[in-house]
């Protein structure tokens, strides 16, 4: 579902009767609230599996406990996903480790950054391993999941039987593409033969299908520890750490409570969705992205805007300011950035442009140049005499010197600017420091 569809599902329940908050006060609907947000990522990810393997395990050539390799980077005509990036190949497995471990394999990657985020079904990065965690030369690792024996140095331990393996393998242009290819060949998961996923209820869903979806999953995946005392929060509504919700116990006014709960989660959703603060022109991650803790509903926000984020340690997403003071420029004239010779990170960075939308939703714009982000490995890039570099930011060619380091805004509408930048160092994730404003020339 993409955000435009996203925010219409959003807004019609909210503005149900229900949503309105016109039921009856008490704890039932606090309950549903709180149920309606901790299970939201479940049920993202338990959706995001149906769309990628399929109803019958064979979505694409896919399934469980087997990597599917996309071989080419995001352009301009892929609208399926918002603000995509333009530097790395994805790699995709859905792990099933309810019948024993699994094996996986990462291939030597050299100086290439190389990823696979270990996802558990609540969305967590239980671990990431690859360039930052692993090094150069890669390794086998044995995944184990929550109860089973397992031992020994490249062991890693899953928290839920269930999850998903993310891996980003880095890309420079089309030159690079079969070494990528073949890098991402050698990302290998070996695990025993598992049952096709079932499908659950999407988010959309009526009241009862959704918790009764979301109890499935909980029992499926057992929280962590640190999680039960969410559960004496949620008592009223049935839905325990190992499942156990039944519908059928809830007359007329308690539906009506649990679903006046379900549009007040709605609600926090859309009214923190919107909330950003910026320092010195840009936003920055919240330092507990991709290891939530016990943060319910930035959890939730994040499953429904940006799935599988990876943690600030392995990233950063930085969006530009711009006029309107959310993320959006609209003017027609040049802008500047200036970035030292050397950003505090072990990895790269980028710069990405998007044309937005009037649903807020951001894709690639496409360009005479076809240039849809700009960073420290762009071919011809020019440097000051300090090694720091210029990036100049319109809708025209600004020509001449500057036309080498040219950002295409699109032709017409709002645009929108992210800076990714990979295996920052502790400066930057501490505050340190601060990227520079985009200024208008």
């Known amino acids: 579902m993409n955000r435009r569809e996203l925010m219409a599902v959003l807004a019609a329940i909210a503005a149900t009767p229900a949503g309105r908050a016109l039921a009856a006060q008490g704890d039932l609907k606090g309950a549903a609230r709180e149920a309606w947000l901790y299970a939201l990522p479940l049920i993202e990810m338990a959706q995001a599996r149906v769309r990628m393997l399929g109803d019958k395990g064979t979505g694409q050539g896919a399934a469980t406990n087997r990597f599917v390799h996309a071989r080419k980077l995001v352009t301009p005509a892929g609208r399926t996903i918002t603000t995509p990036n333009n530097d790395t190949l994805y790699s995709s497995a859905w792990l099933d480790l309810t019948q024993g471990p699994a094996t996986l394999t990462l291939p030597p990657a050299g100086k290439r950054y190389l990823s696979v985020a270990v996802l558990d079904m609540y969305t967590d990065n ?4 690859g360039t930052r965690t692993v090094g150069p030369d890669g390794g086998t690792f044995t995944l184990v999941g ?6 020994g140095a490249n062991v890693v331990r899953v928290s839920t039987p269930h999850a998903w393996l993310l891996a980003r393998t880095l890309v420079d242009g089309e030159a690079d593409m079969a070494a990528a290819h073949a890098v991402q060949d050698g990302i290998v998961l070996k695990g025993a033969p598992s049952p096709v996923p079932k499908t659950y209820a999407p988010r ?10 979301a109890s499935d999953l909980l029992a499926q995946n057992p929280p962590r520890p640190e999680d039960l005392a969410l559960f004496g929060h949620i008592a009223p509504l049935g839905l325990g750490p190992k499942g156990g919700f039944d519908p059928k116990r809830f007359d007329a ?16 959703i859309m009214a923190n969705a919107g909330r950003q603060t910026f320092i010195n022109g840009w936003g920055y991650p919240r330092a507990n992205l991709g290891v939530y803790g016990q943060d319910y509903l930035y959890r939730a926000m994040v499953a429904l805007g940006g799935l599988a984020a990876l943690p600030v340690a392995e990233a950063m997403y930085m969006r530009a300011q711009g006029e309107d003071g959310n993320g959006r420029f609209k003017g027609d004239g040049l802008y500047r950035l200036s970035l030292p010779a050397q950003l505090p990170l072990d990895g790269f960075w980028s710069l990405t442009m998007y044309e937005a939308t009037p649903q807020g939703q951001f894709f690639l714009t496409e360009n005479a140049l076809h240039r849809y982000a700009i960073g420290d490995r762009t071919p011809g ?7 720091g570099v210029d990036i100049w930011i319109g809708r025209t060619d600004p020509g001449g010197d500057r036309r080498a380091n040219w950002l295409p805004a699109p032709v017409q509408g709002p645009f ?3 800076l990714r930048a990979y295996l920052p160092r502790a400066e930057f994730l501490d505050g340190r420091y601060r990227l520079p404003p985009v200024v208008a020339v």
Do not use: C, H
């Open 381 to 387: 890039l020019a440097r000051n005499p300090d090694g």
């Open 253 to 268: 006014d308690a539906q009506a409570q649990i679903k006046a709960g379900i549009g007040e989660a709605v609600g926090q």
């Open 204 to 213: 959309s869903a009526p009241w009862d299908a959704y918790f009764t979806s």
């Open 416 to 418: 929108a600017m992210t």
């Open 146 to 151: 929550p109860g089973q024996k397992g031992g």
């Open 126 to 129: 239980d671990v990431v391993l």
